[in-house]
């Protein structure tokens, strides 16, 4: 009889689990956030990247797609999406993006065959604060509709094919600490307004066509990033460095044309406020003798101020040049010392 009793319980168990289980979890997604998102699949001709992207399941669980609530609701929007990495996509950034409007963050990256100019719908977008539309193969000028976004806080438009001036409206939009441009075809001066970017802004426009000299407002600027190596640029550059400069990290204006006296210049290296970590200022007209503050830069590990003008020893105070190869002090009009050659 016992063991009757146990058989028939275990044959019931199943049944007892089942019953008792947790109804399923009802989907977040909103139906018309995955319809806009199945469209964009279509759109793209249903790439292995959107394998998960799968009708009548939650699109808030898909792949490279997030969902947020919405204060003081129950209900979910889809705040977040990134398209990358997918050699099988081609073709343009959809204008149905436009139709995702609590999008916060927006990818699209390491395509090379996404091509095209930046639409205008992502104007349409105002909850905007990341957007990074790089490695790529976009072209066109960078649109005035960016402006329309007060919340963007970063916007990466490197490594496309971009051409035309660096708006300046850029400069002026009351979030905006990191601007990536760098690796394209832009062409004109940097814009006077960018002196407008907050203390710890990051700022990129390496390896385009940029031309004229640096503005001088960018010396009020506390930037933790500025590079602007392989331009056009010309004239001065000294207004950047300074002993407010506590924010800089990294400084590259290398393969320019720039022209000032290196040994005017101070930072605050030495202190426990210091965090210079990059100085690159190779191939361009600089002259005078190396501060002696640089051998006290503790934090520095890539320095190079070679095929430049300048002359005299290299600082030995703190010895933190000394550690550097003698290629990053070479084809200079007389620099000397360890190590380099001995000073005669």
């Not at 992207?53 to 889809?78: A, E, G, L, M, Y």
């Not at 990134?82 to 996509?89: C, F, M, N, T």
């Not at 927006?106 to 395509?111: K, V």
């Not at 300048?310 to 070479?330: A, E, H, N, R, Y």
């Amino acid at each position: 009889m016992e063991i009757k009793s146990i058989f028939l319980l275990l044959l019931f168990l199943p049944s007892l689990t089942f019953s008792l289980s947790p109804p399923p979890r009802p989907r977040l997604c909103h139906p018309d956030d995955e319809k806009v998102l199945l469209k964009i699949k279509d759109y793209f001709h249903n790439t292995s990247l959107f394998s998960t992207w799968i009708p009548h399941t939650d699109c808030c669980k898909w792949r490279i797609v997030s969902c947020k609530k919405i204060p003081k609701t129950t209900i979910h929007r889809v705040n977040f999406l990134e398209i990358d990495g997918a050699d099988d996509l081609v073709g343009t950034i959809p204008p149905l993006i436009a139709d995702l409007p609590y999008l916060e963050t927006l990818i699209f990256r390491l395509l090379p065959n996404l091509t095209g100019p930046i639409p205008q719908a992502i104007a349409r977008l105002p909850h905007l604060k990341f957007v990074l539309l790089n490695w790529n193969s976009l072209t066109g000028p960078i649109p005035d509709y960016f402006s329309k976004l007060p919340n963007l806080a970063t916007l990466g438009l490197n490594n496309n094919h971009l051409t035309g001036p660096i708006p300046a409206y850029l400069g002026r939009l009351p979030k905006l600490q990191g601007l990536s441009l760098y690796d394209n075809h832009l062409t004109g001066p940097i814009p006077d307004s960018f002196g407008s970017f907050k203390a710890g802004s990051q700022v990129t426009l390496s390896n385009n066509m940029l031309s004229g000299p640096i503005p001088r407002s960018l010396g009020t600027v506390n930037f933790s990033i500025f590079e602007a190596a392989g331009n056009r640029l010309t004239g001065d550059a000294s207004f950047l460095f300074g002993k407010d400069k506590t924010e800089l990290a990294h400084l590259d204006l290398s393969r320019n044309k720039l022209s000032f006296d290196l040994g005017k210049v101070v930072m605050p290296v030495g202190q426990l406020d210091s965090n210079l970590l990059v100085l690159r200022l190779e191939n361009n007209l600089i002259y005078g003798k190396l501060p002696a503050w640089l051998g006290q830069a503790s934090l520095l590990y890539d320095f190079n101020v070679s095929n430049n003008q300048l002359c005299g020893p290299i600082p030995t105070v703190g010895g933190k040049l000394q550690g550097f190869d003698p290629s990053s002090f070479s084809h200079n009009k007389c620099l000397c010392g360890s190590p380099l050659p001995p000073c005669k």
